[in-house]
């Protein structure tokens, strides 16, 4: 097993340590003083300022964990990684678990509600034409684009930012060529064999989430010994492959896969542990919106009555430095994270 390290030991008044016993998290608004080292089944606490004695590899992975991430510039539209964002979920799909049906065959009406959600705070609209549920229906790459394609257009031309939900590289082509600049693929570019090849062509920028079976679905189910530094370790792999073929490191942004082929043991683990995945280098998406887990842990609440659960876990990917948060409720968590963020700035300017 190879090294992982988790920031820990936040701390509010960084102002208080000597140099270089605190380091900043990604170039956000997060700052630590220690690392919990995981290496062969063993863990321990590092004070930042001994990360060296750790060697080569614990060095990588500082330097990916405090690097600030670059913002992606987006024709007219900027995406910034310096603080946490929220992505706007819109399915033009009948059977999405949280609102699926609710604007099939409505280009205009799902373009209206998606421009509401760039109003209410969202900095992405994520579109998405074919549902990922366990058990859902594969929808013919022609089908998936005739629903987002002319939402996207919309959306485009009023000026949101906008990503494709697809595991399709045809799917991918045509939204970009819609209008959408970000590619969003639940099978890290796995499913498709022409995806990789036509991202890089692209340039676009493109989120690579972990499932154990991306070419099934996703949602197979593993026994995990370590589910942090598994996923981990599959992400950095994949990560590196996609940069191989010519993205740009800067240009990746990773996902976890909460609820993708993972039991809610799983799923608390990758949540205590998110802060590992800054040693990728790269941006993490957090997508937990009234998934299965906030039911099993409140008496298996519903998906419309999961909405606080969905704001503890959006304040807890803050807490962690995750830059960017999917949802569908947009206005609450918006405001969620600007109260968060206002906490965290007066903290660091050193007033109570």
Not at 152 to 164: K, T
Not at 326 to 342: I, N, S
Request: net charge neutral; with cysteine; proline share 5%.
């Amino acid at each position: 097993m190879t090294l992982h390290l988790r920031p820990v030991h936040f701390v509010d008044a960084p102002f208080a340590y000597p140099d270089g016993h605190v380091a900043r998290l990604a170039g956000g608004m997060q700052r630590f003083a220690a690392y919990e080292a995981h290496d062969h089944g063993h863990r321990r606490v590092v004070p930042v300022a001994d990360i060296a004695q750790l060697g080569s590899r614990a060095a990588t992975l500082h330097a990916r964990i405090t690097a600030p991430r670059s913002s992606w510039v987006l024709g007219e539209r900027t995406l910034r990684f310096d603080q946490p964002q929220v992505a706007g979920i819109l399915n033009v799909t009948p059977d999405s678990f949280s609102d699926g049906g609710a604007h099939v065959d409505d280009p205009a009406g799902a373009a209206s509600a998606g421009m509401a959600l760039a109003a209410a705070g969202a900095a992405v609209i994520d579109v998405g034409g074919e549902s990922t549920r366990p058990g859902a229906a594969l929808v013919w790459e022609e089908d998936e684009a005739r629903r987002v394609v002319p939402v996207i257009e919309r959306l485009a031309r009023g000026g949101a930012l906008v990503s494709v939900d697809t595991r399709k590289a045809a799917v991918m082509e045509a939204a970009l060529a819609a209008g959408a600049g970000i590619v969003n693929d639940v099978s890290a570019l796995l499913w498709d064999d022409r995806a990789l090849d036509l991202v890089v062509r692209s340039g676009a920028p493109v989120v690579l989430m972990h499932s154990p079976d991306p070419k099934a679905g996703g949602h197979g189910r593993p026994m995990y010994r370590d589910v942090v530094g598994e996923v981990f370790d599959w992400l950095e792999a994949r990560v590196d492959a996609v940069v191989a073929a010519g993205v740009e490191r800067t240009r990746i942004m990773v996902d976890p896969g909460i609820g993708f082929g993972k039991s809610l043991a799983d799923n608390l683990a990758l949540l205590n542990g998110l802060a590992t995945f800054h040693g990728l280098g790269c941006p993490i998406m957090l997508g937990v919106s009234r998934k299965r887990l906030i039911g099993a842990l409140d008496n298996e609440a519903s998906v419309a009555d999961r909405l606080g659960g969905s704001i503890a876990l959006a304040v807890a990917g803050a807490q962690a430095g995750v830059q960017l948060i999917r949802v569908h409720d947009v206005a609450a968590t918006v405001q969620a994270l600007r109260v968060w963020r206002g906490m965290r700035d007066r903290s660091l300017a050193g007033t109570s």
